[in-house]
Antibody
Framework: EVQLVESGGGLEQPGGSLSLSCAAS????????MSWVRQAPGKGLEWVSV???????HYADSVKGRSTISRDNFKNTLYLQMNSLRVEDTALYYC??????????????WGQGTMVTVSS | SYVLTQPPSVSVAPGKTASITCGGN??????VHWYQQRPGQAPVLVIY???DRPSGIPERFSGSNSGNTATLTISRVEAGDEADYYC???????????FGGGTKLTVL
């Protein structure tokens, strides 16, 4: 069974940086597109970024220009680097796997999330 | 940017049928996916590509997509179906994933 385990969350100061990781078990990581989705406390799901198996990336307007999504298919790991953190970046950050390599697909596997709190 | 509109809440009695809508401009031209999120848990895919069910999802869950509205239908609702439900699409014109605002399903 494929599992996703996020790490790297914590308390960050406004203007600071964060680096999140998502470790995937199983041997099919490289053939799936991946995504980061976040959820502020008590709020709905908000898409953050996607990356295809070959490295094509897209970002939500709210994080574009200060975020970088990347992946290491040898380490079966997805990453998110975010700079110039804002209070509104406070959220539970989920790693999610696409059912295939198409961005039009659904997210069939989700991690349990890692909490990021941005506060002074 | 593309917008998906869901009702904030839907209530249904046990054993009845719940319908949760997801409105978007010409949404029928897109593939719609639905997620169930119980309190304190990660989302779970319950319907993908409009009306397909992942393995392990009960047949009581079904989907449809026509015109400007996609619908998640839950038949013979059970207490365990009480959760937040989100629709999601890929907007190829903006290269963005879009989620609806979510619908809280309450089982009376």
């Amino acid at each position: 069974e494929v599992q996703l385990v996020e790490s790297g969350g914590g308390l960050e100061q406004p203007g600071g940086s964060l680096s999140l990781s998502c470790a995937a078990s199983g041997s099919t990581f490289s053939s799936h597109a991946m995504s980061w989705v976040r959820q502020a406390p008590g709020k709905g799901l908000e898409w953050v970024s996607v990356i295809s198996s070959g490295g094509i990336t897209h970002y939500a307007d709210s994080v574009k220009g200060r975020s970088t999504i990347s992946r290491d298919n040898f380490k079966n790991t997805l990453y998110l680097q975010m700079n110039s953190l804002r209070v509104e970046d406070t959220a539970l950050y989920y790693c999610a796997r696409y059912s295939g390599n198409s961005f039009s697909g659904g997210f069939d596997i989700w991690g349990q999330g890692t909490m990021v709190t941005v506060s002074s | 940017s593309y917008v998906l509109t869901q009702p904030p809440s839907v209530s249904v009695a046990p054993g009845k049928t719940a319908s949760i809508t997801c409105g978007g401009n010409n949404i029928a031209s897109k593939s719609v996916h639905w997620y169930q999120q119980r309190p304190g848990q990660a989302p779970v895919l319950v319907i993908y590509y409009d009306n397909d069910r992942p393995s392990g999802i009960p047949e009581r869950f079904s989907g449809s997509n026509s015109g400007n509205t996609a619908t998640l239908t839950i038949s013979r609702v059970e207490a365990g179906d009480e959760a937040d439900y989100y629709c999601q699409v890929w907007d190829s014109s903006s290269d963005h994933v879009v989620f609806g605002g979510g619908t809280k399903l309450t089982v009376l």
